[in-house]
């Protein structure tokens, strides 16, 4: 809200018009403030669309990012097309995950959907022990 102030009669002339600027500096420099903030916070606290696998447990160890609708089979490509990442070096590897706010993640224990599935959101710091380090396909499916 900018402030009003009335000019003429009151005998103090050039004080008005400092009182002016002093009050466009100031809301200048709040505004500057205020997008410095915004941008800031813009870059560091993005929102990310992803799922996070972790080879160990309690977050540690490499990560493997899945963005949204990334289906990793972590297999060999078995003359399948590029319909998939194929990850060997990923297979039965999952001990952890970290899925964002508007993401689901899928995970199955063989390829081709086979044996157990699992739907999960949030993040986990341990799979448990039936699941750990027995994941070979996993899909990130994020919505907008």
């Known amino acids: 809200m900018r402030e009003k102030t009335t000019l003429g009669g009151s005998g103090q002339g050039d004080s008005i018009p400092t009182q002016i600027k002093e009050i466009d500096m100031n809301r200048k420099s709040s505004l500057a403030s205020a997008l410095l903030l915004a941008a800031t916070l813009g870059t560091t606290t993005s929102v990310s669309a992803d799922c996070r696998l972790y080879e160990h447990r309690d977050f540690a160890g490499e990560v493997l990012f899945l963005r949204d609708n990334a289906h990793v089979k972590m297999v060999e490509n078995r003359g399948e097309g590029f319909q998939?990442?194929?990850r060997p070096d990923w297979n039965d590897r999952i001990s952890s995950y970290k899925v964002s706010a508007n993401c689901?993640?899928?995970?199955?224990?063989?390829?081709?959907?086979?044996?157990w599935k699992l739907t999960r959101t949030g993040?986990?710091?341990?799979?448990?022990?039936?699941?750990n380090d027995e994941v070979s396909e996993a899909l990130c499916a994020c919505s907008r």
């Open 84 to 86: 998939y990442d194929y």
């Open 104 to 115: 689901t993640l899928y995970m199955w224990e063989h390829v081709d959907g086979k044996g």
């Open 123 to 131: 993040q986990l710091d341990y799979v448990g022990d039936k699941r």
